[in-house]
């Protein structure tokens, strides 16, 4: 490469093809891990939520309700039918609830308001540690895999296990991710355009703190800030070439999930699509095609600036 001069993006793009080569494999499966770790927690939450065996006294007064039907059933020789009994001369046209079965129904109501709130709030303290951890724990892997495709293209050995290289500056890598998503949504307040130019602007990051652990994430945002001056709309472009293939990738989604249009309503299938992410296999196979791509921009932008130095 010429570091001398700025690369086009179809150089990038054919540059990171190259570094590919026999390379697939390990790459595909790095990102793999990488995305089902990341993404784990936040596929855990709503299924605890939403499936989680959590136990009130709301089931208490179900079966209390079904014990007076069950009770009503056996004395008019009637059988149950889902809480309806069918009237026959042998039924009241208006038969009233014996006081019995009011305390009965009262019990399981008192049991459902004085079990359901502590129950609810171990719930949510849960959910609020599975997201925790997902944010804490993104910072570091994204370094790790930044670290991975760096290693590519400069020609050093890598494995798949370098994804969990992050880790050995976990404080500072979540520090970093946290400080990014704080600052992008900010933006993103005020509208999505101001949103994506502090993305763009935040970008080289990971690949920064990488070549230079020792550098505070405040100071690794403003590095990159000022790497990426008059270089945000080549940089946008560059992903912007990679729509096809994105277009392309979404075909596995959109056929899995017309077979399965409800994965949560079964465990094994909930697995495979939310916990192993199977409808996106395109986009891990596309993802590392885009990862080395800037990569090699930034190698680009970084070289050019120290042979200009």
Known sequence: ?????????????????????????????????????????????????????????????????????????????????????????????NESISADEIGLISDGLYSSNQSSFPKLMVTMIIILVLFIIGILISGPFNLGLTGLFLKRIRGEATAVKNIFDGFKCFAPSALLGIFMMVFIVLWCLLLLVPGIIKGLSYSMSYFIMNDNPEIKPLEVLKRSKDMMKGQKWKLFKLYLSFIGWFFLALLPMVIIYAVIPDPASNFTAWVLLEILSLPLIGFFLVAPYVWLSVANFYENLKMKARNAG
Request: no cysteine; charged share 15%.
């Open 1 to 93: 490469m010429n570091y001398n001069v700025l690369q086009s993006n179809k150089e990038l793009r054919a540059q990171a093809r190259g570094q590919l080569r026999g390379m697939w494999g390990q790459m595909f499966l790095a990102f793999f891990l990488f995305s089902v770790i990341t993404t784990l927690p936040y596929s855990i939450a709503p299924y605890y939520a939403q499936y989680g065996k959590i136990k009130t006294g709301q089931e208490k007064v179900s079966a209390n309700i079904n014990s007076i039907i069950e009770n009503r059933s056996q004395e008019t020789s009637l059988p149950a039918h889902s809480g309806l009994t069918s009237k026959d001369e042998n039924t009241p046209e």
